[in-house]
């Protein structure tokens, strides 16, 4: 399994991003997908997640309307669009799977903390005031 994340760059403050996650996998139905993203000097932190089925969950933060995941399961592909970008947004955003064809835990951001298995090496995304 490998995944690359890629749209990231540097934006202003107020702007909107579209981050891309492609996944190679022969069956992108049986993964859960999330981002994740890590700021200089702290620890990286879920920001979303989706399953197969296209059930979102959203970190605390996150959940406050300026960030939205998808996925093309045709295309391989789980999107992280971020909406009115702030400069604390700036870090690295990583996408991450995991083998979960049949969610039976009701998918938590505890949860998708800790179960990634696979990492992409992570897009920059730096927003300046």
């Known amino acids: 399994v490998q995944l690359q994340a890629f749209g990231g760059g540097l934006v202003q403050a107020g702007d909107s991003l579209k981050l891309s996650c492609a996944v190679s996998?022969?069956?992108?139905?049986?993964?859960?997908v999330g981002w994740f993203r890590q700021a200089p000097g702290k620890e990286r932190e879920f920001v979303a997640a989706?399953?197969?089925?296209?059930?979102?969950?959203y970190a605390e933060d996150s959940a406050k309307g300026r960030f939205a995941i998808s996925r093309d399961n045709a295309r391989n592909t789980v999107w992280l669009q971020v909406y009115n970008l702030k400069p604390e947004d700036t870090a690295v955003y990583y996408c991450?799977?995991?083998?979960?064809?049949?969610?039976?835990?009701?998918?938590?951001?505890?949860?998708?903390?800790?179960?990634?298995?696979?990492w992409g090496k992570g897009t920059q995304v730096t927003v300046s005031s």
């Open positions: 989706i399953t197969w089925s296209g059930s979102s969950t």
């Open positions: 991450a799977t995991y083998f979960d064809p049949s969610p039976t835990v009701a998918p938590s951001p505890d949860h998708y903390s800790h179960v990634m298995v696979y």
């Open positions: 996998v022969s069956t992108f139905t049986d993964y859960a």
